[in-house]
């Protein structure tokens, strides 16, 4: 695989190298969509499968349901024939490449979940051909790719590094950020082999400015749950420190905007309802996982996730606390939740802490709505919630509650309609509404 000066050279490379290898993508979701049309838009032939009707039928239409990839781009992929979609999994009998994009939940008690993984380690195994290239990019507990991957893909007789090459490049896109994208955000690569790597590089090279080799797949497993871990640990400190002012009578957001003005060693975190969405509440809890598989307990894991997954019920608390100040009680009282989307600007509401506010809201006796730009039904508890107006829920709450702060409320237009508000995303620093009382999460009351 390597010519007498050195340099790699294989097939498959040639055919990366000229934009001519044939890429499958396992899993049409908020990742693997995005990559499709990247490698799509990069000139390759990619069909993605993706085992939902719906989410398959949708694309087929030429619908996009990431907000991040507007249809447009979608069809113009589709109608310049670089791009399928496929609910069957027999197109990976004759792709070059094949990248695995499926999810990896946790149990409630932090068991990562591993089975669409497997799924798809059983379809790409039953299509397994030499010179194929495969890549896990869902994030996993470090020894997935070796560990679990592999021995499927070896079990009918073509070898790794030899016959077929395995690859983890963890995934780092960030929905709704319009700038850090899959082509400018550098992609991290390690290898079962040196040569996977290199070939799993060449890969990545033709959509991203920059590939980060690391040296096994192992560690490029780890380096995901490091970035996730560092973001719900701080998320966690923050969360602690702004209990902490409100009973120092500060203000966090004040503290955190002082802070940051020091030009090293500080990065900002902000505290919030919770942490939601498919990576920051479950991926350091796979770590967790792992490290009690190898004897370690990690007691900063295990306070981690105490004190993200307390947030929600430390808003209920805030709310019915409010309610009192007023003389209402929190049983019966109209709560109107504002954001229900994990962050703002998407629709995603996979584990968002809102749903977790709600819940208890509910189990304490509150009327409880909802409205969201993004998100016109709610699926809680078995039940379908539908958005209520904004003008109309705001006149009928007893409280409003903000948990997440879309970009296109009006924050002083909320406050002016609302008798009471506690707003856990600081959005309505500043503004003074003329009946309204504000309690914004992280803020104390000033002695004197
Ligand atoms: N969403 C994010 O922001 C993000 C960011 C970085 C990494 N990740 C990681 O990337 C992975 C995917 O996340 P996501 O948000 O795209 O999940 P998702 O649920 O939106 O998408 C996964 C898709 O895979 C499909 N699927 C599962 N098994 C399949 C199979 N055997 N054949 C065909 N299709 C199959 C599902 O139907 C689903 O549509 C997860 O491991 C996640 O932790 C997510």
Redesign the pocket.
């Known amino acids: 695989m390597r010519s007498v000066d050195g340099a790699m050279s294989h097939p498959l490379l040639d055919k990366i190298n000229q934009g001519q290898a044939t890429v499958a993508v ?7 969509l995005p990559l499709a049309v990247a490698f799509a838009e990069a000139g390759f032939p990619v069909v993605g ?4 009707p719906r ?1 398959v039928a949708a694309l087929q239409r030429g619908e996009s349901y990431v907000e991040d990839i507007p249809s447009r781009r979608l069809v113009e992929c589709m109608q310049a024939g670089r791009l399928a979609v496929s609910a069957d ?1 027999l197109p990976l009998a004759s792709v070059d490449v094949v990248i695995v ?4 939940p946790v149990s409630p008690n932090g068991e990562p979940d591993l089975s ?1 993984i497997l ?2 380690g059983d ?1 790409i195994a039953r299509h397994l051909h030499p010179g194929m290239l495969v890549v896990l ?4 507990y470090p020894g997935t790719t070796e560990e679990v991957l592999l021995p499927l893909l070896e079990r009918g007789g073509l070898r790794v590094g030899h016959d077929f090459f395995l690859a983890y490049s963890p ?5 709704g950020n319009r700038q850090w994208t899959v082509q400018n955000t550098p992609k991290v690569v390690g290898g079962i082999t040196p040569f996977c790597r290199e070939i799993a590089c060449a890969l990545y090279q033709r959509v991203t400015t920059q590939v980060v080799p690391v040296a096994s797949a192992t560690t490029a497993e780890m380096v995901k749950l490091l970035e996730n871990t560092f973001r719900a640990v701080n998320i966690a400190l923050i969360n602690d420190i702004a209990l902490l002012c409100e009973r120092l009578g500060v203000d966090v957001w004040e503290v955190i905007d002082a802070a940051k003005t020091k030009p090293f060693g500080f990065m900002p975190f902000y505290p919030g309802p919770g942490v939601g ?3 920051i509440p479950k ?1 350091f809890r796979i770590l967790d996982w792992r490290a009690q598989r190898l004897g370690y307990a990690s007691r900063l894991l295990a306070e981690t996730h105490r004190i993200n997954a307390g947030m929600p019920g430390v808003v209920v608390e805030k709310v019915a606390h409010a309610l009192a100040r007023q003389g209402r009680s929190l049983a019966g009282a109209q709560v109107l939740v504002l954001g229900v989307a994990y962050k703002p600007d998407v629709a995603d509401t996979r584990d968002s802490p809102a749903l977790e506010v709600m819940r208890l809201l509910r189990e304490r006796g509150a009327e409880v709505s909802f409205h969201d730009p993004h998100v016109p039904t709610l699926h809680l508890d078995g039940a379908v919630l539908e958005r209520v107006p904004l003008e109309a829920g705001l006149a009928r709450a007893d409280c409003v509650v903000i948990i997440t702060a879309h970009s296109a409320y009006d924050w002083p237009w909320v406050v002016t309609r609302s008798r009471l508000v506690v707003d856990t995303r600081n959005a309505t620093a500043g503004i003074k509404g003329q009946d309204a009382i504000v309690v914004r999460l992280g803020v104390g009351e000033r002695r004197r």
């Open positions: 396992i899993g049409m979701g908020y990742v693997g499968i993706e085992q939902d989410r999994p994009c499926v999810q990896t669409a799924r798809a379809a990019e869902s994030t996993t995934e780092r896109i960030d929905p969405g498919h990576c991926d």
